[in-house]
């Protein structure tokens, strides 16, 4: 019966992913890629294909932030779908921690592995190593850095956030004013695609330019390393139009910087993420505008692609019916027209 | 300044000739003169690079207001440091404490009940590392970083990783906040000096005060100087080193407060790598990490460089890289120019 | 003949005091060169300035007519001067033969030759008729004076031309300081040369060749004979003449204050018992390892005895607990006073006021009435600097016992025990220090002092209790008391003066 019942969230992700791929191409090579076949998909599933229940591990980073905690919390359900899953989810405080429970998982010899990797290039060996050892790895968000460290990959795209972030931005100011950028954590890929598709789309939006970037500062994803820097950066600019964060959860932060020193009526703001706080504040009105988000859902995809490859079957309305080998989630442009239809997805 | 009259016992070996004066300007105090060089050199750079927005009133006021939280945890800390040990679990306790006055008045109460609910369970969380340290004989270093993650979990656990909304305490509003609303304590002003500016001050001079003319601070001091000595003079050497990571739990409890007053929320990620923060303002002050040796003066100006250095490089929008690599050499560099005598 | 050793105009300041103006003086082949004066005078600070562990500001220092380079301590080793310091430079962790041969160690290619090590050491340890001390032990475990010794094997381990000693006999008793001069004695006859600093002036007749005497930074006087009179000498050293070194003997009136009962701890102290009475000073002599100090430390409840009881004024102290024995009005002076007495970089004021702030409490602590309350104590004793606001750390090594002494004078105690109070002290400060034990017993304090020189025990006792092993085995009225009689107590009856080392 789950054969018959394949979810229709999964179907879409699918398709969207090839859809994303094809325009987001030119600027993301790995998007070229998005329909290969999924190279495990028949030699994985050993243990599942008795239809015996299918043994799934999925590891991911401590989920003390709201977006990866929505994550845990969506594979958890997806899997709970399932009869014939069987379904562990572990944390790890940092990279090596993970390193070695992947290390341990993989002597257990599970059908299939999820894996959110804390670091993606840290990640790759001991990944690499569950794929030489049989175990089909399913890649989520953070990519690992070799191609032979994952069966399938499914993440946002955050090239594309940026450039979300861009559009609206330049169409709001009209293509002239001054911007602020908080960015997430310094260093990690997700924060520098962020900040990229954001400085290409607007240099693409503004070809004259009229937009200035007058200050880009990391916010740790933290609010209150956010207000801090916002604090300061209020300090030294006497006018900012629009401020650009990099994650609702820190944009809490950076939002009460700014209503403590009574600005809120000279600029907006933006987030990244779709937190409910967020989608409420959008709602209602006023300082906070906007936020871009890809859905923390993909962790239910990854769940129910590994649970596919585990099984040796594929994608049915793909032809023939495979998994393929990265699904790039598409990223979206909440604001109050359109909140209304976000708000099902929020998490907190 | 002592009014040391130099008569020796007459007879014997005359007190050595010398400046009387200069020779006091030896060890601590020396290195609490040249901190202060280095306050007034970064802020006459930022005054220079920045002159519109630096060298005002308004932007002293927020790096005293910003400086604030890291520096009540500095203040703990230094008595902490006193005692030749370590608290690494302050940052934690700001989040944890935080949390648990947040979900204390959620959906309902009062600042009081937040205030209350934040100091106490920072203290509860101290008293645990008081007791690990001073009765179960556990390193400081390993009694603290257990509680580094114990509080860390616990302030994740107790709204199920949520933060919680605290702006609407005893009507709070931005801007100009009611007195003893909560956001006042952020962001309320008297004499157009922010509240938590004076909480810090309070805090600095209290220990002051304590630390330098209070027979509990001599004892905390000679506690790390030597313990068997301070034992062996009648000192209560384990009911001192419990005190101070109490107090170090206390003022944490106050940390959380000032920060989720300028947040208005309590977050459970908050308060992170605060602890560094704290321990590097208290050593760049001159307080030894051997013990035996605290400066109240040195770690306030040591809040107030790493404050200065803060503002600067944001204000002027460094990349984190550069920032990094500056902050690290003004760090050094302070720390090079307070003694010559410890470079090898 | 160039002398082996030539001081010229040395020169040392330290930020804000002039520890040396200008010495001079010159150590000829196989002499015992002794160096003499008051605390603070310079001696250390003349000695380090030739082994290299500071550099002078000043001066000229000539090996053999060669000038030396300064500050370099391995020059100075390789040039053959082996120093050993007033204070203790071993590493606690190490063995003994690894301290003895540390920097210097023996190798068999690139590896280190242990077992050469161990015989080596092991063999020093013989020469100096210390056989029981275990190269492999850890230096940890030895007892100051057997450190002591391990401190002379290495600097035996070079092949030393120029031994400096300051103070080594400062922590050994009567039989060992014998065996050390036996050691001098043939190395002198060697050809070796040693600068020997003490303040024991009785020692300069029995090693001494020639006398140089050091006041204020500089010399007073030098090429002396060993024979001179030590009245002479003392004059020298003080400037004036020490008429009477022993002040009147208490006697005791009142009744008794400290009752120890039975107390045992072995394998050190076995059930000893005794009594001091108000007013009274009772020595406690003995031989280095005799238990004593061990006794005080129960008395004071810093260790819990296993079986007995301590009383004070008729009422029993918790075992274990120094904070309610000073409550009920005990002070020790300990032995070590670096790892137990001081806080080296805190100032004279606050070490002294540190046992007693209570009384400088007024709301918050009055810092004008402690300074002047702890300069009060330490111009008692003579203490150098005057300037109570230094770190202690600065202070020469007789000073540091002043203070940690001043430290029980400011707080006034019924019963004040004293573990080797004049150690390292100068005869000036001593015959002060008398009289100061001498008041307070007269003012009614118990007073128990520990001391390995029975000479000041006679000196100044009204009783005198010997131990051997961990148990009291002789008493005696200080008048009636002499100074051989005690050794030979003090000496268990088949042992020669050679002693066994307890590893404690
Ligand atoms: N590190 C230092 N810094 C400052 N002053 C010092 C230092 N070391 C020694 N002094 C000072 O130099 C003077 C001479 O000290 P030194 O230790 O040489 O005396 P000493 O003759 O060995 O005395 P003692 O008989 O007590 O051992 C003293 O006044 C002392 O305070
Ligand atoms: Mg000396």
Known sequence: MSMMRLPAALAVAALLAVGAAACGGDSDDDGATATQAAAGATTGGEGGGAGGPVSIVASVPPTDHGWLGAISKNAQAAADEFDDVDFRLLEAADADSQAQQIEQVISDRPDALVVLPQDGAALTPVAQRAEAAGIPVVNVDRLFTAPDAATATILGDNYQIGVLAADYIARRLDCRGNVVEIQGLAGISVTEERTRGFVDELRKACPDGGIDIVARQPGDFNPDTGLRVMETILQAQDRIDAVYTHDDDMAQGVVQAIRNAGRDDEMFLTGVGGSQDAMEQIKEGGLYEATFLYNPNMAASAVNMARLIALGEGFPELVPPEVPRQIIVPAATVTSENVEQYEQYAFN | MTTSPASGPGTAAAPPSGGGRARRLSGVRLQEYALVLVVIALFVAGSILKPDSFPTWDNVRNMLTQASVVGVLAIGMTFVIATAGIDLSVGSMVAAAGMFGGVLVDPEGSTLLFVFGALAFATALGSINAIAVAYGRVVPFIATLAMFSIARGIALLLNDKLPVGLLELNGGSFGDPAPFSLMWFGTGRILGIPVSVYVFLGVVVAGWLVLNRTRYGRYVVAVGGNREAARIAGVPVRRTILSVYVLSGLLAGVAAVLLCARLGSASPVSGNLYELDAIGAVVIGGTSLAGGRATIVGTFLGVLTFALIFSLMTQLDLSTEVQQVVKGAIVLGAVLIQRPEARL | ?504
């Open chain 3, 1 to 504: 003949m160039a002398p082996v050793l030539e001081v010229r105009g040395l020169v040392k300041e330290y930020p804000g005091v002039k520890a040396l103006k200008g010495v001079d003086f010159a150590v000829e082949r196989g002499e015992v060169h002794c160096l003499l004066g008051p605390n603070g005078a310079g001696k250390s600070t003349l000695i380090k300035c030739v082994s290299g562990a500071v550099a002078p500001t000043a001066g000229e220092i000539l090996l053999d007519g060669d000038p030396l380079p300064v500050g370099d301590p391995s020059a100075s080793l390789r040039r053959g001067v082996a120093t050993i310091y007033q204070e203790l430079d071993l590493v606690d962790e190490l063995t003994v033969a690894q301290s003895v041969f540390l920097a210097h160690e023996p190798r068999r290619g690139p590896f280190l030759d242990l077992e050469r090590m161990r015989r080596d050491a092991a063999a020093l340890l013989a020469r100096l008729g210390h056989e029981a001390i275990d190269p492999r032990t850890k230096v940890r475990e030895l007892r100051p004076a057997a450190q002591q010794v391990v401190s002379i094997a290495r600097a035996l381990s070079h092949d030393v031309r120029l031994l400096i000693m300051d103070e080594p006999s400062a922590i050994l008793d009567d039989g060992e300081i014998e065996t050390l001069f036996g050691v001098v004695r043939r190395l002198t006859a060697d050809g070796v040369s040693v600068v020997y600093i003490s303040h024991r002036l009785d020692e300069i007749r029995r090693i001494g060749d020639r006398v140089t005497v050091l006041t204020d930074g500089r010399t007073a006087a030098t090429d002396l004979p060993a024979a001179t009179p030590t009245d002479e000498l003392v004059e020298l050293m003080v400037g004036r003449a020490v008429e009477q070194l022993y002040p009147e003997r208490p006697h005791a009136s009142g009744e008794v204050v400290l009752d120890v009962r039975g107390v045992r701890r072995l394998p050190s102290v076995r059930a000893v018992s005794l009594q001091v009475r108000a007013g009274e000073v009772v020595g406690l002599g003995g031989l280095v390892g005799s238990g004593r100090t061990e006794l005080l430390r129960l008395i004071y409840g810093l260790d819990a005895p296993q079986a007995g009881e301590v009383r004070v004024g008729g009422r029993r102290l918790p075992p274990g607990r120094p904070d309610r024995a000073i409550a009920a009005g005990l002070g020790l002076a300990p032995e070590d006073r670096k790892s137990q007495g001081l806080l080296l970089d805190w100032s004279l004021t606050k070490n002294v006021s540190l046992a007693d702030l209570g009384r400088f409490e007024r709301g918050l602590l009055s810092v004008r009435a402690e300074r002047a309350a702890a300069r009060e104590q330490l111009q008692r004793l003579r203490t150098v600097p005057a300037d109570a606001e230094r770190a202690v750390r600065e202070l020469s090594g007789g000073n540091q016992q002043k203070v940690v002494l001043a430290r029980w004078l400011l707080r006034s105690c019924r019963v004040l025990l004293l573990d080797e109070p004049t150690r390292g002290v100068d005869v000036a400060t001593k015959a002060e220090l008398y009289r100061v034990i001498g008041d307070l017993a007269a003012a009614g304090v118990a007073v128990l002092v520990v001391s390995s020189e029975l000479g000041e025990l006679v000196g100044i006792c009204s009783r005198i209790l010997v131990m051997r092993e961990g148990e009291t085995v002789f008493e005696v009225d200080g008048e009636r008391a002499s100074e051989r009689e005690l050794l030979r107590h003090a000496v268990a009856p088949t042992e020669t003066a050679d002693l066994i080392e307890e590893v404690t």
